[in-house]
Nanobody
Framework: QVQLVESGGGLVQPGGSLRLSCAAS????????MGWYRQAPGKQRELVAM???????NYKDSVKGRFTISRDNAKNTVYLQMNSLKPEDTAVYYC?????????WGQGTHVTVSS
C-alpha cells in the first residue's frame, strides 16, 4: 500500500523557516510527480509547489523565491524548504503523489506562522 508521511510542521515566527519532509513508501517519489498542497481554515486546498520526475518545478506565485521543492530519490523523500514565512502561509500542508490514474495523499502537517 502506498503511503506518504509528512513531517516538519510547527509554529514559527514571521520571517522564519521550516523544512517539510514527505517520506514515500516504495519508489513512488521516483516515478510520480510530487506536489505540496496547503489548506487554510475555511479555504480550498491549493497547490503550493510541484516537481516532476524529470526535476522540473512549478510554484504558486505567492511563494516563488521563498519556497523550494526538491526530491531525494535515494531516500524516497520530497522536501519543501520554506523561508521568509508569512502569517498567510499558515495552513495544513499535504504531500501528493500523482501518476495518471493513481493519486495519493499524506495525512498533512500543520504550519502556523505567528508572533
Amino acid at each position: 500500500q502506498v503511503q506518504l508521511v509528512e513531517s516538519g510542521g510547527g509554529l514559527v515566527q514571521p520571517g522564519g523557516s521550516l523544512r517539510l519532509s514527505c517520506a514515500a513508501s516504495g519508489s513512488i517519489s521516483r516515478y510520480y510527480a510530487m506536489g505540496w498542497y496547503r489548506q487554510a481554515p475555511g479555504k480550498q486546498r491549493e497547490l503550493v509547489a510541484m516537481i516532476t520526475t524529470g526535476g522540473s518545478t512549478n510554484y504558486k506565485d505567492s511563494v516563488k523565491g521563498r519556497f523550494t521543492i526538491s526530491r531525494d530519490n535515494a531516500k524516497n523523500t520530497v522536501y519543501l524548504q520554506m523561508n521568509s514565512l508569512k502569517p498567510e502561509d499558515t495552513a495544513v500542508y499535504y504531500c501528493n503523489g500523482d501518476r495518471g490514474p493513481f493519486n495519493y495523499w499524506g495525512q498533512g502537517t500543520h504550519v502556523t506562522v505567528s508572533s
